[in-house]
């Protein structure tokens, strides 16, 4: 015996269908737009080469300054988290370097295929630090992924850190 009406049961899932279908075409919209952003970035790239565009970070590259704006007036207005900015930024520049449409996704796929937990050695584990090992730490990650190819992700993780964390620098491995 039902106490609902299979009528009402169909009525609601299909307003989370409408919902779904609604933030579908919602998001196309937003890449389509924000494909239009890359697009523009990529005419700009007519005079400088590629790496100019892609190396550094967001305090000494305009160009970089410039996506993370776009993405930070998102979160300025409540439409997305910080973090989800920094990952569309991220993707934004996969997109740049590979020619490849803009995807909320890119940076998933491309690590993804880049590392495999079974081949990574295990850090170990932390029993006391300092700011400066954090630093070092830090550093070396940042090494790491630009040894990966993941020059975006790279770019994101430092412009994090030099935003939040006083007086951070990137060491250089090896001292």
Same mark, same amino acid.
């Given at each position: 015996?039902?106490?609902?009406?299979?009528?009402?049961? &169909? #009525? /609601?899932? @299909?307003?989370?269908?409408? $919902?779904?279908?609604?933030?579908?075409? %919602?998001?196309? *919209?937003?890449?389509?737009?924000?494909?239009?952003?890359?697009?523009?970035?990529?005419?700009?790239?007519?005079?400088?080469?590629?790496?100019?565009?892609?190396?550094? &970070? #967001? /305090?000494? @590259?305009?160009?970089?300054? $410039?996506?993370?704006?776009?993405?930070? %007036?998102?979160? *300025?207005?409540?439409?997305?988290?910080?973090?989800?900015?920094?990952?569309?930024?991220?993707?934004?520049?996969?997109?740049?370097?590979?020619?490849?449409?803009?995807?909320?996704?890119?940076? @998933?796929?491309?690590?993804?295929?880049?590392?495999?937990?079974?081949? %990574?050695?295990?850090?170990?584990?932390?029993?006391?630090?300092?700011?400066?090992?954090?630093?070092?730490?830090?550093?070396?990650?940042?090494?790491?992924?630009?040894?990966?190819?993941?020059?975006?992700?790279?770019?994101?993780?430092?412009?994090?850190?030099?935003?939040?964390?006083?007086?951070?620098?990137?060491?250089?491995?090896?001292?």
């Amino acid at each position: 015996m039902s106490f609902v009406p299979k009528t009402v049961v &169909n #009525s /609601i899932i @299909n307003s989370f269908k409408g $919902e779904a279908q609604a933030v579908s075409k %919602a998001r196309t *919209e937003q890449d389509k737009q924000i494909n239009k952003a890359l697009d523009a970035m990529i005419v700009a790239n007519d005079k400088p080469t590629k790496a100019e565009f892609l190396k550094g &970070n #967001s /305090i000494k @590259n305009p160009a970089r300054a $410039e996506v993370n704006e776009i993405f930070g %007036a998102l979160v *300025e207005a409540k439409y997305i988290s910080g973090n989800t900015a920094r990952q569309y930024a991220q993707c934004f520049w996969i997109a740049f370097e590979t020619g490849v449409p803009f995807s909320r996704e890119l940076a @998933n796929k491309k690590s993804a295929g880049t590392a495999s937990a079974s081949t %990574a050695p295990n850090a170990g584990a932390v029993t006391s630090t300092s700011r400066s090992d954090l630093d070092k730490t830090l550093s070396k990650a940042l090494a790491q992924a630009r040894i990966l190819g993941l020059t975006d992700f790279a770019a994101t993780m430092l412009d994090h850190c030099i935003e939040s964390l006083d007086g951070f620098t990137e060491t250089v491995l090896g001292k």
